[in-house]
């Protein structure tokens, strides 16, 4: 990105003054570094989203941003529904409550390290993952209903983990409001053979261990030590938030509010039948992405007890990073009732924040970012800085930094397995070009981007994780 | 009058996380065939899949962008639900409407090379038109 073409304010926090139709700022947060690499559609993905009616602040982008649909991703917006403010199914994305979740076991890395292979074996046996994989759990019209009006919730309740799970998970594991009526027979059809299953691309699981701890106050509530294994799922809302996006991405495209600088940006008012069909839809298809995790949570579950008897998984947290959510934030003095996009980043609550259970409310929430099958992970936690800087957001990955035909020509899948595992990390994938694709080097340096994350005080490290397992999806 | 290339093919063009197809040919329905074979391209070896069931599809838009939006959607859905891979398409449009064949077979992941399931096909860079030398082209980024 131009650096000519934005207004220091500080170190780390970047602006596209309004000009134009722009009724607010865009803000990027990332160090000069990140910003020279940054493509130059953020800027111009942020001016558009700034144009759109009832948006509150600035359009931001997060340090990981790069070139989405309409929205950067890495971007969050809010929209006060008194002014006219608009909801976006490009700017919630296809893959609708994308989110990690990550489960601290009770091993350390020395325990692991003699069934480390069969374990990674027994993972890829019980969890589906890749193109045209199926799973084992299928949902009649009615139970598929009440899964998308129940999410996490409905999974525990049908044996699906424990009701300590919900409260490490955002809204206890449920988007109230759903409304599966709002979502196509296609949507649910396509998701018929797809519960409990990871995708693909840039899903995976990965048993991790904790490599380093930045933040020695905030590790032990969040259960941490050094050597300590973590496991780190990445999938969504699968075949049936892809479809909800889809549909009503064309509606909005056809009927959705005017004018718009770019068509990717089509959107409906909050208070119109169409916003609220796919505000009804779009929870529905969190609630499917929150079940789904929570099924493969119990699928992992098995896969250790299975070797190593009476390990303990607990859930950490779940956050999701494709979402629009109801929020309330101060602005101009007010406080609002607010729709708060965020596509590719994800919540950073701070500490005392209502909406965080009782065991976290002295530290903030967990903010999960996801890296690649070679390189870190990481745990940072939410700080009450972050609402004023980016309404509670915060980064949720590396970001490509290269295409997958870039990649798929630089590297080859089967090599790539075999460097991965003489440095102890090993991979399990069906498709050597998808390992390929999701090569490590095809992404930015995740440890920059959380550097930065930081030190822009939109979270703070708490761990540092390394990959042992990885299943690609 | 313009002179027609009787050339059809694809390709793929770069986007920062996902991946764009492109197809081209002397008609529209050609152009929006060999962006059928793009889009396979992106998810496996378009030539390990072998022809033998066929599925008949339809779909309308109010514009030819939006058509060609809605027809590589048709594909991945019924990619999602029947759990195939296709390689042969035969498009015929009638104004903003469009009636597709689309022939191949079911998964088989490590034959068929898969790599990446497409979600959707978006309005991003998204192009349907007749260009100088006469040929159609056809384009949009897909989720992946």
Not at chain 1, 411 to 421: F, N
Not at chain 2, 13 to 22: K, L, P
Not at chain 2, 42 to 52: K, L, N, Q, Y
Request: glycine share 10%; with cysteine; hydrophobic share 40%.
């Amino acid at each position: 990105m131009d650096l000519q073409s934005l207004t220091r304010r500080s170190e780390f926090e970047w602006c596209i003054e309004p000009t134009g139709q722009m009724r607010v700022p865009g803000i990027v947060y990332a160090g000069e570094q990140l910003i020279r690499e940054m493509d130059e559609k953020v800027r111009e993905q942020l001016t558009n989203v700034a144009t759109l009616p009832g948006i509150q602040r600035a359009a931001y982008a997060m340090p990981d941003a790069h070139w989405g649909y309409g929205f950067p991703i890495g971007g969050v917006a809010a929209f006060d529904p008194e002014e006219g403010g608009v909801i976006s199914a490009g700017g919630v994305g296809f893959d609708i409550s994308c989110g990690v979740r990550a489960l601290h076991t009770a091993l350390t890395a020395d325990q692991l390290e003699p069934r480390k292979a069969d374990l990674a074996d027994a993972l890829f046996r019980k969890i589906p993952a890749g193109v045209g994989s199926t799973g084992t759990i299928q949902l009649g019209e009615q139970e598929m209903d009440e899964m998308l009006r129940g999410g996490a919730q409905w999974a525990v309740a049908r044996g699906y983990g424990v009701p300590e799970d919900l409260e490490r998970i955002e809204e206890g594991g449920r988007a109230s409001d759903a409304k599966p009526e709002c979502v196509s027979h296609q949507a649910k059809k396509r998701q018929a053979h797809e519960m409990g299953t990871l995708g693909s691309g840039n899903h995976y699981l990965e048993v991790q261990r904790v490599a380093e701890i930045f933040d020695s106050r905030t590790a032990p509530v969040l259960g941490l030590q050094q050597n300590d294994i973590v496991v780190s799922i990445h999938c969504g809302s699968r075949g049936l938030g892809h479809q909800v996006g889809t549909d009503y991405l064309k509606i909005m495209v056809i009927e959705g509010w005017r004018p718009i600088p770019d068509r990717e940006l089509a959107c409906a008012p909050i208070r119109s039948e169409l916003g609220q069909h796919y505000l009804g839809a779009m929870r529905a298809a969190t609630n499917c992405a929150l079940a789904n995790r929570q099924i493969i949570t119990h699928l992992v579950r098995g896969a250790f007890t299975e070797l190593i008897p009476n390990t303990k998984l607990a859930l950490l947290y779940d956050v999701s990073h494709n979402t629009c959510k109801i929020e309330r934030h101060v602005v101009n003095g007010d406080s609002r009732e607010l729709f708060v996009h965020r596509k590719g980043a994800t919540r950073s609550f701070g500490p005392g924040h209502p909406e965080l259970p009782a065991s976290l409310q002295g530290v903030g929430q967990p903010v999960l970012i996801g890296g690649t099958m070679g390189t870190e992970s990481y745990i940072l936690i939410g700080t009450s800085r972050s609402e004023d800087l980016a309404f509670s957001s915060a980064c949720h990955g590396a970001g490509r930094s290269m295409s997958r035909t870039q990649a798929t020509k630089r590297w080859q899948g089967r090599k790539l397995i075999d460097e991965l595992a003489e440095r102890g990390v090993l991979i399990r994938t069906r498709s050597y070009r998808g390992v390929a694709e999701e090569a490590p080097g095809a992404y930015k340096d995740v440890n920059a981007v959380a550097q930065v994350a930081e030190q822009a005080g939109l979270a703070r490290r708490v761990a540092r994780l390394v990959p042992l397992i990885c299943v690609k999806g | 009058m313009l002179s027609v290339r009787n050339t059809a093919g694809w390709e793929h063009f770069s986007h920062g996380s996902d991946i764009g197809v492109r197809g081209f040919g002397p008609s529209i329905e050609e152009a929006f065939e060999q962006a059928a074979v793009a889009l396979t391209a992106v998810v496996a070896d378009v030539s390990r899949i072998r022809e033998s069931e066929t599925v008949e599809v339809r779909c309308d838009a109010p514009d030819l962008e939006l058509l060609f939006v809605s027809w590589l959607n048709t594909i991945i859905y019924e990619m999602a639900v029947r759990t195939m891979l296709f390689k042969k398409f035969r498009v015929v449009t009638s104004g903003c409407s469009l009636t597709g064949t689309l022939v191949g077979e079911k998964v088989d992941p490590e034959r068929h090379q898969v790599a990446v399931e497409a979600k959707g096909a978006t309005v991003t860079a998204l192009r349907v038109h007749r260009e100088q030398d006469g040929q159609w082209l056809a384009q949009c980024v897909v989720d992946v």
